[in-house]
């Protein structure tokens, strides 16, 4: 079944997707939704917002772009280099205190698909079975240059800060992406309408 999603005055249309989820297209890429174990009736409040794709300038604008979508009224937001400082280590001991200091009940992740390395340690999953609560990641902590001109490929993860479980995920594709600042905004736009369409943000 279709049905349609106005973002940034694109119109978007939802079509049945490979292994089991379901792929929105637009002119400039396509989002394919891989977990959604999020109940509606609950939305989050308190955000925590991780970038790990690009360089560190890149995860900064992308982190406060994406806080800025969400926070016009209210902070609903944080961006996590204002929590940690810049350029810390993203570590599970790191992420845990900053969620128990401000208290934050989810945590939006993205990242380059296929950042995560499944040689660098054997046996811990990878791909859709990538778990920020369960594992290190320490390939997260260096850079990840974004190559414009072809295909660039993000995975959007949320997590559950109290019941520290992945609920919800999505792969964003790009074409034919021109600048990193282009990127950036059009991966910001998708992201935004994908996490409100599906009410996960309180707003």
């Known amino acids: 079944m279709q049905r349609l999603r106005h973002v940034a005055l ?13 792929a929105t297209t637009q002119s400039s890429g396509t989002i394919i939704k891989t977990l959604d174990e999020f109940d509606p ?31 016009a009224d209210e902070p609903i937001a944080t961006p996590f280099y204002t929590i940690v400082g810049r350029q810390a280590q993203l570590t599970r001991k790191v992420l845990n205190e900053a969620v128990r200091a401000r208290e934050f009940d989810a945590i939006i992740l993205t990242r380059v698909k296929g950042q995560d390395q499944a040689d660098l340690a054997p046996n811990r999953p990878t791909g859709h ?11 997260l902590n260096i850079p990840a240059p974004i190559t414009v001109g072809s ?32 990127v950036i905004s059009d991966q910001v736009a998708a992201i935004t309408a994908e996490l409100i369409e599906d009410g996960l943000i309180g707003i």
């Open 10 to 22: 694109l119109v978007l249309f939802v079509v049945p997707a490979a292994f089991g989820g379901c």
């Open 41 to 71: 009736e609950s939305p989050f409040r308190n955000v925590l917002v991780i970038s790990v794709a690009g360089e560190f300038p890149t995860r900064v604008r992308f982190e406060q772009q994406l806080v800025a979508e969400f926070s």
């Open 129 to 139: 079975g990538f778990e920020l609560y369960l594992y290190d990641y320490e390939e």
């Open 151 to 182: 295909t660039v490929s993000f995975v959007v993860e949320v997590y559950d800060a109290r019941a520290k479980k992945k609920v919800w995920a999505i792969e964003s594709l790009l074409f034919d992406t021109a600048t990193v600042e282009t």
